[in-house]
C-alpha cells in the first residue's frame, strides 16, 4: 500500500460509515458513563487498554469488562444495566459482529460494535459497527481497529504502537519474522514499528521458539516472547487460568490482572530476553509464576500431542489431522504448531477435541490452506447442536485458518457431533 498511515486513517474515515459515526460520537461522550465489554483474549485486553487511555482523554467514565463466554449474551447486557444504570453506550469490542447485538438497544440507545471477525447474520441496521471484514476477510486485530480510532483524535503515542503491535501478534495478524504483514496494516507497520520497534523482530537464534513460531523450532524474536507471555498471562481467552495451582494466584483475574499491569505506561527499553522485560514490571513475581505454570504446561500438552494425534482423512491434497484429550490446556495454541510438524510442508487441517467434562466439549480447528472455511464450520456445527440438543448454549465460529467451538449440554451425544463434523467437512 502506497501511502501514509494518516492517509490511510483518512481514506478509512470517508469510506467506512462505522468509523465516522464512532468518530462522531466519542466526543459526545465527555463526563458521560459507558460499558465496554472486550474479548477475555491478548488482543480483547490490548483493545481495552488503547481504548481506555483514548476515553480517559476525553474524561469518559468508562466502566471495561472480560467475560468469559466469547458472544456477549443479552443477559449479560441487562444484568450490567442494571448494576450500572448510569451508563448510556455499550461498546462491545472484539467479540464478534453478531446480528444478537443489533437487539441491545432496547437497553442501550446507542450500541457500538469494534471487530474484525467475519459477520454473523445480516441485520445490523440499529447498532454502530466499524469492522473492515463485514463484506470481504480482512486479516487485522480490535488492537489495530481500536489504534485507529484513537490516532484520529491524536491520541496515540510509541507505548500505544507497541500494545497494537502485542495485539496484532497474538491474534495472528502479523508474522514479521516470517515476513508476512498484510496490506490492511502495512503503513502503520512500516511508520511505526519498523522505525521504533526492530529490536523486536530481530530473528534470534539464542531465543526459546515461541508458540507463534510455528514455521521455526530453532529460533524466535523479542515480540514472539513478549506475546505469548500476553497470552500466558491472559489466559489466551481459553480462560487457561492458574488459580488452583498456587495460592498466590487464588484470586487473580488474569485478564483483568493484565490490562491492570499494562494500561499505564510502563518504560520501553530495548531488552535481550524476555527475563529482561519482565523484570521492571510491578507485579514481576505474579506474572513470572502465571508464565513459569505456562512453560510447563506447554511442554506436557506437546507429548500429548505424539501420542494422540490421527491422520484421519484426506480431502483432496488436504491432509486431515484429529487429536482426542481431556482436560488439555492450551490445546489450539499446541496444536497450531505441531500442525506444521505434522503436515510436513503439506496443506493440513488439524481438528482437536477437549473432553472438559460429560456436558462441555471444545473442538478447535487449524489449518496451513483457507481452502477449508474452518471458521463457517464452526459457526455450522455450533449451530446444529443448538437445534439438536434444544438448547442455545454452544457457540462457534472464526477465521479461515482458525476457529473454535463449544459444545455445552446436558447428555452430551458426541456421535451426533463427529457425524455432522464429518458431513460439515464433506
Same mark, same amino acid.
Given at each position: 500500500?502506497?501511502?501514509?498511515?494518516?492517509?490511510?486513517?483518512?481514506?478509512?474515515?470517508?469510506?467506512?460509515?462505522?468509523?465516522?459515526?464512532?468518530?462522531?460520537?466519542?466526543?459526545?461522550?465527555? %463526563?458521560?458513563?459507558?460499558?465496554?465489554?472486550?474479548?477475555?483474549?491478548?488482543?480483547?485486553?490490548?483493545?481495552?487498554?488503547?481504548?481506555?487511555?483514548?476515553?480517559?482523554?476525553?474524561?469518559?467514565?468508562?466502566?471495561?469488562?472480560? #467475560?468469559?463466554?466469547?458472544?456477549?449474551?443479552?443477559?449479560?447486557?441487562?444484568?450490567?444495566?442494571?448494576?450500572?444504570?448510569?451508563?448510556?453506550?455499550?461498546?462491545?469490542?472484539?467479540?464478534?459482529?453478531?446480528?444478537?447485538?443489533?437487539?441491545?438497544?432496547?437497553?442501550?440507545?446507542?450500541?457500538?460494535?469494534?471487530? %474484525?471477525?467475519?459477520?454473523?447474520?445480516?441485520?445490523?441496521?440499529?447498532?454502530?459497527?466499524?469492522?473492515?471484514?463485514?463484506?470481504?476477510?480482512?486479516?487485522?486485530?480490535?488492537?489495530?481497529?481500536?489504534?485507529?480510532?484513537?490516532?484520529?483524535?491524536?491520541?496515540?503515542?510509541?507505548?500505544?504502537?507497541?500494545?497494537?503491535?502485542?495485539?496484532?501478534?497474538?491474534?495472528?495478524?502479523?508474522?514479521?519474522?516470517?515476513?508476512?504483514?498484510?496490506?490492511?496494516?502495512?503503513?502503520?507497520?512500516?511508520?511505526?514499528?519498523?522505525?521504533?520497534?526492530?529490536?523486536?523482530?530481530?530473528?534470534?537464534?539464542?531465543?526459546?521458539?515461541?508458540?507463534?513460531?510455528?514455521?521455526?523450532?530453532?529460533?524466535?524474536?523479542?515480540?514472539?516472547?513478549?506475546?505469548?507471555?500476553?497470552?500466558?498471562?491472559?489466559?489466551?481467552?481459553?480462560?487457561?487460568?492458574?488459580?488452583?495451582?498456587?495460592?498466590?494466584?487464588?484470586?487473580?483475574?488474569?485478564?483483568?490482572?493484565?490490562?491492570?499491569?499494562?494500561?499505564?505506561?510502563?518504560?520501553?527499553?530495548?531488552?535481550?530476553?524476555?527475563?529482561?522485560?519482565?523484570?521492571?514490571? #510491578?507485579?514481576?513475581?505474579?506474572?513470572?509464576?502465571?508464565?513459569?505454570?505456562?512453560?510447563?504446561?506447554?511442554?506436557?500438552?506437546?507429548?500429548?500431542?505424539?501420542?494422540?494425534?490421527?491422520?484421519?482423512?484426506?480431502?483432496?491434497?488436504?491432509?486431515?489431522?484429529?487429536?482426542?484429550?481431556?482436560?488439555?490446556?492450551?490445546?489450539?495454541?499446541?496444536?497450531?504448531?505441531?500442525?506444521?510438524?505434522?503436515?510436513?510442508?503439506?496443506?493440513?487441517?488439524?481438528?482437536?477435541?477437549?473432553?472438559?467434562?460429560?456436558?462441555?466439549?471444545?473442538?478447535?480447528?487449524?489449518?496451513?490452506?483457507?481452502?477449508?472455511?474452518?471458521?463457517?464450520?464452526?459457526?455450522?456445527?455450533?449451530?446444529?447442536?443448538?437445534?439438536?440438543?434444544?438448547?442455545?448454549?454452544?457457540?462457534?465460529?472464526? %477465521?479461515?485458518?482458525?476457529?473454535?467451538?463449544?459444545?455445552?449440554?446436558?447428555?452430551?451425544?458426541?456421535?451426533?457431533?463427529?457425524?455432522?463434523?464429518?458431513?460439515?467437512?464433506?
Amino acid at each position: 500500500m502506497n501511502t501514509s498511515y494518516s492517509n490511510f486513517i483518512k481514506y478509512l474515515l470517508e469510506t467506512n460509515a462505522g468509523l465516522k459515526e464512532i468518530y462522531n460520537l466519542i466526543p459526545k461522550l465527555k %463526563h458521560k458513563n459507558v460499558v465496554t465489554f472486550c474479548h477475555d483474549d491478548p488482543d480483547g485486553v490490548t483493545s481495552a487498554i488503547l481504548f481506555k487511555r483514548l476515553t480517559d482523554k476525553f474524561e469518559i467514565k468508562n466502566t471495561i469488562l472480560f #467475560p468469559y463466554k466469547f458472544p456477549l449474551s443479552k443477559q449479560e447486557v441487562i444484568d450490567i444495566k442494571t448494576s450500572l444504570p448510569e451508563t448510556e453506550v455499550l461498546f462491545i469490542i472484539d467479540k464478534g459482529t453478531i446480528e444478537e447485538y443489533n437487539n441491545f438497544v432496547e437497553f442501550y440507545p446507542k450500541v457500538v460494535v469494534i471487530d %474484525h471477525h467475519p459477520k454473523i447474520g445480516s441485520n445490523f441496521d440499529n447498532i454502530i459497527i466499524f469492522n473492515p471484514a463485514l463484506q470481504t476477510y480482512v486479516r487485522t486485530s480490535a488492537s489495530f481497529l481500536v489504534h485507529i480510532v484513537s490516532t484520529l483524535f491524536n491520541n496515540t503515542n510509541i507505548y500505544d504502537d507497541f500494545i497494537c503491535l502485542i495485539g496484532l501478534k497474538c491474534d495472528w495478524a502479523i508474522d514479521p519474522l516470517n515476513n508476512d504483514v498484510p496490506e490492511f496494516v502495512s503503513t502503520f507497520y512500516n511508520e511505526r514499528i519498523l522505525l521504533s520497534f526492530n529490536w523486536l523482530i530481530e530473528k534470534n537464534y539464542n531465543l526459546r521458539a515461541t508458540m507463534f513460531d510455528i514455521k521455526n523450532n530453532n529460533f524466535s524474536c523479542l515480540l514472539n516472547q513478549i506475546g505469548e507471555l500476553f497470552f500466558a498471562i491472559t489466559g489466551g481467552g481459553f480462560q487457561y487460568f492458574y488459580n488452583s495451582y498456587n495460592e498466590k494466584l487464588k484470586n487473580i483475574d488474569q485478564p483483568k490482572f493484565c490490562f491492570e499491569n499494562f494500561v499505564s505506561e510502563i518504560p520501553l527499553k530495548k531488552v535481550n530476553n524476555i527475563d529482561e522485560f519482565i523484570n521492571p514490571l #510491578p507485579n514481576k513475581e505474579i506474572i513470572r509464576v502465571i508464565y513459569d505454570y505456562f512453560l510447563h504446561d506447554w511442554s506436557t500438552v506437546e507429548q500429548c500431542f505424539d501420542h494422540q494425534t490421527f491422520l484421519v482423512k484426506h480431502i483432496e491434497t488436504i491432509k486431515i489431522f484429529f487429536f482426542f484429550g481431556k482436560n488439555t490446556k492450551l490445546m489450539p495454541m499446541v496444536g497450531s504448531k505441531k500442525l506444521y510438524e505434522f503436515a510436513k510442508g503439506s496443506e493440513s487441517v488439524i481438528i482437536m477435541f477437549n473432553f472438559e467434562n460429560e456436558n462441555s466439549l471444545h473442538i478447535s480447528f487449524r489449518g496451513t490452506t483457507d481452502k477449508i472455511h474452518l471458521g463457517k464450520i464452526a459457526s455450522s456445527l455450533a449451530d446444529k447442536s443448538n437445534t439438536y440438543f434444544g438448547q442455545n448454549t454452544s457457540s462457534g465460529g472464526g %477465521h479461515p485458518l482458525a476457529a473454535e467451538c463449544k459444545i455445552k449440554t446436558e447428555n452430551l451425544d458426541f456421535l451426533f457431533i463427529f457425524k455432522e463434523l464429518i458431513n460439515l467437512l464433506e
